[in-house]
């Protein structure tokens, strides 16, 4: 199977011996793309994605929940920044890691599939869909939930295909990594239904032993997800009516989504193209004649990954056009854990088992290609090439130059008092703020609910500074910030280049000073506020 990586004359390794091997090789690999998709955005990237700010300033208090989603992706930067800052590359680096984690959980899956080359060519296919590792670099719920849905996958399949008898323990981590799904993004449950229309399909519930994994797994699950059931509870107004606008969008959110569901399959074909492109290059050139090797189990095993790779994608259309539901093309990021796997499984031409050399090497050094101009081209054009031809983005946003303004205005204004609160949108007074004191906290919308590590009188009691971003593609939205910046001791603007020196293309700035209760007699020399 794997005689190509011998030396000629060699005696073969055993079987064990090749699989560690191979297995070593895998993991080098994963991680070789964290740092090959890490390092350009660390590099060319001015200001990070709206997500990646948002979850610097969510992971710096550890909470049950947040006025947005769970909190389990917030969880897992809460260390990182700890221990190191708000730094962006941390962002990149755990993004690209939940990704690359997923697609070793799927390397560990298709051994117990196929042999051991071809859940290798598996994984390598399942790197080329964008979600996996290319826009990974955004870290957020969706990116996040990469790495225990495909983990619940395979736990579920575990306990499906080889019912256990006792002394196993698949139901465990069943429940482990369904509650993970949860505790990421409620999304999950959109899989789980696929997973039960599985079980009753195939008639599985039949089974006693089944019908006791699954029962244990969810209070498995339930009994994680307490702390946050209970949150949920008491906060429910606040994440119920976000999905709710999602869903249900007006307003600026609209240019966001994708109203008609065959746009959002048009999208998916074209961030699944680098592996569909592979896929139809293994087809055309296959050998005429030759049938596929079938494992002992291969029917449940492609039904069982057709459901996985498909049934999500088609529910959610249905749901979509049945519920009259708008869609995001990334709320759609965990669907194609599973479809690499089944492309090798059932695809003529992608038994790699049976390749050549020659074949191998030249599929490796295409992906190997791919991924390095991919990672370095994607960060130059959106963090260098941008801005140099007048085209402005989250990316090349000058949050360094415009923290250095604000900070200008801020000294002038109130003299030696340390500026401790910001207030603003996430995305744009975050990223300015990753250029400041750490010690500087964000009060996120002008709005309590949304900072609840905030003291609710913070903003009253020791003032602040509220900045509003008012150029057009990227104006701030938070509803409280325009009344905020009316009550103001002194307020200005600031104006300064982006890409261009036009209005569209440059950064405008209001700004307001709020002095707060016991402050007062330390901004006299503020102006009065300006004029609307």
């Known amino acids: 199977m794997n005689s190509w990586l011998i030396p000629p004359g060699a005696r073969p390794a055993p079987a064990f011996a090749r699989h560690l091997s191979l297995n070593g090789a895998v993991v080098v690999a994963l991680l070789a793309l964290v740092v ?10 001015e200001t990070p994605p709206w997500d990646n700010v948002e979850e610097l300033f969510w992971g710096g208090s550890m909470q049950w929940g947040y006025y947005k989603h769970p909190p389990l992706p917030s969880w897992l930067m809460g260390l990182p920044v700890l221990l190191a800052g708000r730094q962006p590359w941390l962002t990149y680096a755990a993004g690209v890691g939940c990704g690359v984690g997923a697609l070793y959980i799927m390397w560990r899956w298709s051994l117990g599939m196929m042999p051991p080359m071809r859940a290798a060519l598996a994984v390598l296919l399942g790197s080329l869909v964008t979600y996996h590792v290319q826009r990974a670099t955004i870290f957020n719920h969706n990116t996040v939930q990469l790495l225990p849905m495909a983990g619940y996958w395979w736990m579920l399949w575990r306990v499906l295909r080889r019912p256990s008898a006792g002394g196993r323990f698949d139901w465990l981590w069943l429940g482990v990594f369904a509650a993970l799904s949860m505790l990421t993004k409620y999304s999950a449950l959109v899989q789980f239904a696929v997973g039960a229309g599985f079980i009753l399909r195939e008639g599985s519930w039949r ?9 244990r797994a969810s209070g498995v699950a339930l009994l994680l997800m307490a702390p946050h059931l209970a949150w949920l509870v008491q906060h429910g107004d606040q994440t119920i009516g976000y999905a709710r606008h999602s869903v249900h969008p007006s307003g600026p959110l609209l240019k966001h989504v994708h109203p008609r569901p ?70 759609l990021s965990t669907f194609f854990l599973p479809v690499a796997v089944w492309a090798v499984m059932v695809v003529p031409g992608l038994e790699a088992d049976r390749w050549t050399r020659r074949r191998w090497v030249g599929t490796l050094t295409v992906a190997a290609i791919l991924h390095i101009a991919g990672s370095f081209g994607q960060a130059w054009v959106d963090g260098v090439w941008s801005a140099r031809h007048g085209y402005i983005t989250r990316a090349n946003l000058p949050s360094g130059q415009i923290a250095e303004a604000v900070q200008t205005v801020w000294h002038v204004r109130a003299g030696d008092r340390p500026l401790r609160l910001m207030v603003g949108d996430t995305w744009f007074t975050g990223a300015v703020m990753l250029h400041m004191d750490p010690d500087v906290q964000l009060l996120i919308d002008g709005d309590p609910r949304t900072s609840p590590w905030l003291p609710p009188d913070a903003l009253a009691r020791e003032g602040g500074m509220v900045l ?44 307001g000073i709020l002095p707060g209760s016991d402050v007062q007699e330390e901004l006299r020399g503020c102006l009065p506020a300006a004029a609307p």
């Not at 089974?207 to 029962?215: F, H, M, S, T």
């Not at 139809?280 to 004649?289: C, I, K, S």
């Not at 030759?290 to 249905?318: H, I, M, N, S, Y």
């Open 36 to 45: 090959l998709w890490t390092l350009p955005m660390a590099t060319f990237y």
């Open 207 to 215: 089974d006693a032993r089944v019908r006791r994994d699954l029962l």
């Open 262 to 331: 065959l746009r959002i399959l048009l999208v998916q074909v074209a961030r699944l193209s680098p592996m569909l492109l592979f896929v139809a290059w293994a087809w055309f050139t296959r050998e005429r004649g030759t049938a596929q090797e079938k494992t002992p189990q291969g029917g449940f095993d492609r039904r069982f990954l057709a459901w996985a790779t498909f049934g999500p994608l088609c529910l959610v259309l249905a749901m979509s056009v049945l519920l009259h539901m708008r869609l995001v093309a990334s709320w």
């Open 468 to 511: 509003i971003l008012d150029t057009p593609e990227f104006r701030s939205e938070g509803a409280l910030l325009e009344p905020l910046l009316a009550t103001a001791s002194c307020s200005g603007s600031l104006r300064l280049p982006w890409a261009g020196e036009d209005d569209a293309r440059s950064v405008r700035v209001r700004w």
